[in-house]
């Protein structure tokens, strides 16, 4: 079989001596895979050979893929081709076409004349995939053979070349700058041909760069070449043309907006085929009227409506991906209303290569291209495999399933999955890794993500509130209550306290207003207050109830004179007088009513005192309860200064033990992964350092309700760690901390460290595939003064800082749907230590021996406040009061003052 077909290229001698294809691009002048539900076909660059994979695509207990071999250089494929509706399963054929090269090894003719064919390769098999697949038998490619194989040998080399096959494979449409044809293998009149003059309007000269057919009529698009002296060289142009004699119905030209970038290009070189200004063109299988042209040079897709029963084109919306090139590389339908455009990102000198997605559209209606993709592949769901490159160049569909194609002829197919299933791409625990092409795998949708349509796209998130465990595969996500944490892709309903901080910082008390203590005892001997509580401990408070009793005495005396006999009433008045007399400090013993003053001066210089023992007891102030002898019961005797200090600066004798304490202090990182599905098996924590990556052993590691928890000792405090999740689950939230033991050396105290610090989104956001937090630990001294002796106390812990982004840390929805090829989630923390301190000194504000003399000048100020009153009340006011009570009462005058009639009765 293959020396006839060798024989029949070596019969037609118009072959061209100057056509050498570069036989490793498999970009060059054509698709070189073509696909539907019944086979799909590569033509290997090399010329060599085409691999056929047989449907079902997903059956993976027998190969149902087989190679076609043949040993012909000058047999050079432009491009392989399917009909999308071809269902025939026994005999299935595919289209290829191409040019005869020369090759002098061979001795074939040099003359400078055109040997394009194109020809179907049919499988003569009598046995259906079917009863390869019940037997269990590997299928094999020796019963395809070449059939009908026609040459054009009238035409020089055509660089511009591209054939369409009729949607049920009846026919194939090929056309060229200077012919078309159409090739019937099945009919009695193989090839019609037409020459390019007869078919393209106004003689022009147009270069067809894509196709594709329906039932009825092709379109084509490429460029019709301008004058060269023009400065555009040439202009994109679309043909509608009929099927049946291949006469252009309709035309549309592009013409740039004016000031656009696009309106610069001058389109120099596109008379030599270059992967620069390649077009694509696909016809909606389900509706013929709806075509997809992509023109990646201008960075544009193109959205076309077929009407009047197929005689006009009209383009319904475009869609520009701004200023770059690449977007629309390749096109093509999967439903009627799901659209993937392939997008090359490249420099606007193609000089260098950015990246290669494959923008997916569920909801493509009939005018308007959406702004944004519904979804994009490769994502983290939908990796690109580790055999395939990351350069993709052509994308073709089944038309439901998606094959794609690398620059190094890797292809991978995914095919469309049901409702809460999606077309998992990740085969890295696959026997048939290595296998070509490379098929996706039926996956339910992960925790967090739901589908509820049929196609090749992942599983989205579930809206924030809601959520998926991921037990059964879910078309539609669980309301969560109001009161949980339900984040974008939530897998469980969690209580809401789980993310609660634990923070071991707080502000150092500030020093009271009142920091002297005569100000301090006398605010609190002379005040009342408002409350019960300040009435019962005031000073004040109870001199008056003394005052009150003295009152009630005075008015007994009084009383005296009415009830009782005068012998009887001055013996009485006597004896009270006496007593009193004998309790005057004020007066030195002289003025009874002295007396009186005396024991309210007792009485407020004990509580003076009794405040003072207790007021220097209230030290140091985290040791002390509540000042209940106070009405400020937060009344402590400390005073506070708190300061930075620079590590740079030596530390004194006595601070060194303390920062010796915090220096070898251990560190135990603790991480916990909220609202996620992810295992202890998946988990992995590494020390990274300039020169290398160290694996750490874990601590301990739990998945429980959802949160994985895990632990790592840290060999030293500045560290960086990545913590990796080698999983696609989601993750809700995060919390980080560190814990340390306590320890004692004297009077200097480590403190235990024990804090954890949580990381959510309130607004629908989902954590990221990767996130980074700095840690700063400040050392953290706090001093204790003695009240007595010289000897501080020292107390340490660290305080940690976290620098980080909300906004980087976690991601939208459409960032996540727009993520590429990310297979984990990776976590760093960057632990170090500031280059500075905090120095907290707590001192007393009195010491006892101050108290001691400061409250017992108190005392005395009060005696001597009340001696001078009586002193001014005995030299100045009673004179005045009996001068003015004679003068002005005279029959008052043998009145007697209660201390006159007293001394009286002394003498």
């Not at 009238?154 to 026919?171: L, N, R, T």
């Not at 506070?640 to 010796?660: G, H, I, N, R, Y």
């Not at 601590?699 to 790592?712: E, H, I, K, M, Y």
Request: proline share 4%; hydrophobic share 40%.
């Amino acid at each position: 079989m293959y020396l006839l077909f060798l024989i029949i290229l070596l019969h037609d001698s118009k072959v061209i001596a100057t056509f050498s294809p570069d036989t490793s691009d498999y970009n060059a002048y054509g698709p070189k895979i073509a696909a539907n539900d019944v086979l799909f076909v590569e033509a290997y660059s090399n010329g060599k050979k085409f691999v056929v994979q047989f449907a079902p695509y997903n059956y993976t207990f027998d190969s149902l893929q087989c190679s076609i071999n043949y040993d012909d250089t000058t047999h050079y494929v432009y491009s392989v081709g399917v009909g999308q509706k071809q269902t025939t399963t026994l005999n299935p054929y595919f289209y290829f076409a191409g040019e005869v090269v020369s090759d002098n090894s061979q001795g074939t003719d040099t003359s400078g004349n055109n040997g394009t064919f194109i020809g179907i390769w049919i499988n003569q098999d009598s046995k259906t995939v079917q009863q390869y697949l019940l037997r269990r038998q590997s299928i094999s490619c020796d019963y395809f053979e070449v059939d009908h194989l026609e040459f054009i040998s009238s035409y020089e080399h055509q660089e511009f070349f591209v054939i369409a096959v009729e949607p049920y494979g009846q026919y194939a449409i090929g056309l060229a700058t200077e012919f078309g044809f159409i090739y019937r293998p099945f009919s009695s009149t193989t090839m019609t041909t037409k020459v390019g003059t007869d078919i393209w309007p106004n003689n022009s000269t147009f270069n067809p760069c894509a196709a594709d057919a329906s039932e009825t009529f092709t379109i084509v698009a490429g460029f019709i070449e301008s004058s060269a002296r023009s400065r555009v060289r040439a202009t994109p142009t679309v043909y509608l043309i009929w099927n049946t004699n291949l006469t252009v119905l309709s035309t549309w030209s592009y013409s740039a907006t004016n000031n656009s970038w696009q309106s610069r290009l001058t389109y120099s070189s596109v008379n030599t085929w270059s992967s620069q200004y390649t077009m694509s063109v696909k016809i909606n299988s389900n509706d013929s009227t709806r075509v997809l042209i992509g023109m990646p040079f201008l960075n544009t897709v193109f959205l076309f409506v077929v009407s009047n029963n197929g005689t006009n084109l009209t383009l319904a919306s475009y869609f520009e991906n701004g200023q770059s090139v690449g977007y629309g590389t390749s096109v093509t339908w999967l439903t009627s209303s799901q659209a993937a455009i392939l997008v090359s990102t490249y420099s606007l000198n193609y000089l260098t290569w950015y990246s290669s997605k494959i923008y997916l559209y569920t909801s493509l209606n009939d005018t308007i291209v959406p702004s944004s993709p519904s979804a994009v592949i490769p994502n983290a769901q939908q990796p690109l495999p580790s055999t395939i490159n990351s350069k993709l160049i052509r994308i073709v569909s089944t038309p439901a399933s998606l094959a794609i194609l690398d620059t190094e002829g890797g292809v991978v197919l995914i095919l469309a999955e049901a409702s809460g299933y999606y077309a998992s791409t990740d085969i890295s625990n696959s026997p048939v890794a290595a296998a070509m092409p490379v098929v996706s795998h039926s996956t339910k949708c992960i925790g967090g993500t739901y589908k509820s349509d049929t196609g090749i796209h992942s599983c989205i998130l579930c809206p924030s509130g809601s959520r998926n465990p991921g037990i059964i595969a879910s078309i539609s996500c669980i309301t969560c209550s109001s009161s949980s944490f339900c984040p974008l892709g939530a897998i469980y309903e969690m209580n809401s306290t789980l993310l609660t901080s634990i923070s071991q910082a707080y502000a150092y008390p500030r020093s009271p207003e009142m920091d002297v203590f005569e100000d301090i005892l006398l605010n609190n001997m002379f005040s009342l207050g408002s409350t019960g509580h300040c009435l019962v401990v005031s000073p004040v408070f109870w001199t008056l109830i003394l005052l009150a009793i003295f009152l009630i005495l005075l008015l007994v005396m009084a009383s005296l004179y009415w009830w009782f006999p005068p012998e009887k009433r001055d013996r009485l008045l006597t004896i009270i007088k006496n007593i009193f007399q004998r309790t005057d400090l004020v007066g030195e013993g002289e003025l009874w009513i002295g007396g009186l003053a005396s024991i309210a001066i007792v009485l407020i210089t004990a509580m003076a005192y009794a405040f003072a023992i207790l007021y220097m007891n209230q030290y140091p102030s985290e040791k002390v309860g509540a000042s209940t002898f106070a009405c400020d019961t937060t009344i402590r005797n400390a005073k506070f200064q708190t300061s930075l200090q620079a590590l740079a600066v030596p530390v004194s004798d006595e601070e060194q033990p303390m920062f010796d304490l915090l220096n070898e202090q251990n560190f135990t990182l603790y991480l916990d992964f909220i609202n996620t599905l992810s295992s202890c098996m998946s988990l992995s924590i590494s020390e990274v350092t300039d020169s290398s990556t160290i694996s750490m052993n874990l601590l301990s590691c739990s998945n429980l309700n959802g949160t994985l928890s895990a632990t790592v000792f840290l060999p030293q405090h500045d560290i960086k760690v990545t913590a990796t999740l080698n999983d696609i689950q989601l993750v809700g939230g995060i919390r980080v901390g560190l814990s340390g033991p306590s320890s004692i050396n004297g009077s200097d105290i480590l403190k235990e460290l024990n804090f954890r610090q949580s990381f959510y989104s309130q607004s629908p956001r989902t954590f990221a595939q990767a996130a980074a937090i700095d840690i700063a630990l400040t050392k953290v001294v706090n001093e204790t003064e003695p009240l007595s002796g010289s000897d501080s106390e020292f107390g340490g812990i660290w305080y940690p800082t976290f620098t980080y982004s909300l906004n980087e840390m976690f991601i939208t929805a459409d960032t996540y749907a727009m993520s590429t090829n990310l297979t984990s989630t990776t976590l760093t923390i960057d632990i170090s230590e500031t280059s500075y301190y905090i120095k907290n000194v707590q001192s007393p504000i009195a010491k006892q021996p101050e108290i001691i003399f400061r409250t017992l000048l108190f005392s005395f100020l009060c005696l001597e406040i009340c001696a001078m009153t009586f002193l001014i009340c005995k030299l100045l006011l009673i004179p005045i009061y009996r001068k003015v009570t004679s003068c002005c009462f005279p029959h008052c005058i043998n009145s007697v003052e209660p201390e006159y009639e007293m001394k009286s009765n002394h003498h």
